[in-house]
Every structure is written in structure tokens, then in C-alpha cells.
């Protein structure tokens, strides 16, 4: 069915620019256009995350500030071997998808390890990406009161994961 969707919107496209009277190919070339646009003013803001994501993830310092935080993750009830998680998920989806999968491997999906990770992987953002993405793409440099409330939403997420995987999964 998927490869057919491409073709089935371009087709729909066509036949509602014929029913408008409009030049459908042209329509779709300014379309293309501005996603071109869009994509240069992106771009740098990606590039520099990704940079420092991998920067971070190489040089060790992630696991270091990992190590340090550790302490304040077992107060808070989250596992430890989760800290690197908790650090690199609101940065960069891929980098910590990645964590997960390694924590996952090395302590299984049905530990409290992996549950854990599991679900703090699906109920946080990539904080920083959605703001430079999408604030970038609106134009909009000033944060303000977006980037405390999306972190303390993540910190909440990951608080919340931790305690429910707790809670329904004890070990």
C-alpha cells in the first residue's frame, strides 16, 4: 500500500489543480522550492547538534557527567546505568535510541534496566532538536520560557518512567 502513497498524492494533487484551473506542476516546483529553503536554514543547527552529540558521546565526557550524576539518579529512583539516557535524550533522538539499544543489550528488555530505558524513551523529547528544528524554521531566536518548561517536562518524563516501571514491573 505505501507505494502506491507517493504516486496517490501526486495524482490528487494533479486532478485538484485541474478542478482550480492552476498550473499543478508549477504549484509543486514553488512548493519544492520552499522545502529546499527550509532545509538550507535547518541544516546548520543540525549539523552543530549532531556535532556535539558525537563530540560528547567520543570523548567520554557523556559518560563521565554520567558517572558524576549518578548519585542524584539513585535518589531520585532511576537506575544509574540509565544516566547517559537521561543526559543525551533531550539532545539527540539517534544518540540515544542508540544508548537504549545498548542497555537494553546488556541487560535485557524485561529487566528493570531496559523497561526502564524502554519507557523513558518513549515518553521524553529530543528537547534541543525540536527547538533549534523548529524554532529555527519559524525564525525564531528567543526561547524564553520554552526551553525551562520543555527540560522540566523531560526531567518529569523521565522521574515518572522510572517510578511506573517501578511500580507495574517490580523486579
Do not use: Q
Request: aromatic share 10%.
Amino acid at each position: 500500500m505505501t507505494d502506491y502513497l507517493v504516486p496517490g498524492i501526486l495524482l490528487l494533487t494533479s486532478v485538484l489543480a485541474l478542478g482550480k484551473r492552476e498550473n499543478g506542476y508549477s504549484v509543486m516546483l514553488e512548493g519544492a522550492g520552499e522545502g529546499l529553503k527550509l532545509i538550507v536554514s535547518i541544516l546548520p543547527s543540525l549539523v552543530l547538534l549532531l556535532t556535539a552529540v558525537h563530540m560528547l558521546r567520543a570523548s567520554g565526557a557523556a559518560e563521565y557527567l554520567g558517572k558524576v550524576l549518578e548519585p542524584v539518579f539513585s535518589f531520585l529512583g532511576i537506575p544509574p546505568e540509565c544516566a547517559l539516557l537521561v543526559l543525551i535524550r533531550p539532545i539527540s533522538g539517534s544518540a540515544a535510541l542508540a544508548v537504549g539499544t545498548d542497555l537494553m543489550a546488556a541487560h535485557g528488555v524485561d529487566s528493570l534496566v531496559g523497561r526502564t530505558a524502554a519507557v523513558m524513551l518513549g515518553s521524553t523529547e529530543t528537547t534541543f532538536y525540536t527547538i533549534s528544528v523548529y524554532f529555527g524554521a519559524a525564525g525564531i531566536r528567543k526561547t524564553r520560557y520554552t526551553l525551562p518548561a520543555a527540560l522540566f517536562a523531560d526531567f518529569v518524563g523521565f522521574l515518572a518512567a522510572s517510578w511506573t516501571v517501578r511500580m507495574f514491573f517490580p523486579a
